[in-house]
């Protein structure tokens, strides 16, 4: 089995400042069944975690800016590792995942093995 990192892009990055207490746990809720599910079957490698939208990029020659809100639909917001027999299986998985909405992706990318 091989495994993939899914990075989940774009999204609100005030979504739990526009959130009420209860939504937020909703939706707390649909990640723990999505991830408990693939743990169950042994396709969980790393459940991940959120991550904030802010940051840097730093270039060659070590040019440093900070990232743009205009930039939304590229930030990513968070993470996790997928074990699955091919690509074609971990998109499969993908379908399900909570983060597929407001124009949100999955990018799914295979883990090389050095």
């Known amino acids: 089995m091989r495994e ?3 990075l989940y892009k774009g999204g ?3 979504w739990a400042k526009n959130r009420t207490p209860e939504e937020i746990q909703v939706e707390m809720a649909k990640w723990g069944e999505w991830l408990g599910k693939l743990q169950a079957n042994g396709n969980l490698g790393t459940g991940g975690d959120p991550l904030e939208y802010t940051g840097k ?3 060659s020659g070590g040019v ?3 990232f743009s809100l205009a930039e939304v639909k ?3 917001g968070g993470y996790s590792i997928i074990k699955a027999e091919t690509i074609e299986q971990a ?3 993908a379908k399900g995942c909570p983060a597929l909405h407001d124009e949100s992706t ?3 990318r295979p883990i090389m093995k050095m």
Do not use: G, K, M, Y
């Open 57 to 59: 990029t730093v270039a």
């Open 91 to 93: 998109a499969e998985f």
């Open 106 to 108: 999955v990018e799914i």
């Open 64 to 66: 440093v800016t900070d």
């Open 74 to 76: 590229e930030l990513v």
């Open 12 to 14: 609100d990055p005030d």
């Open 4 to 6: 993939f990192l899914f």
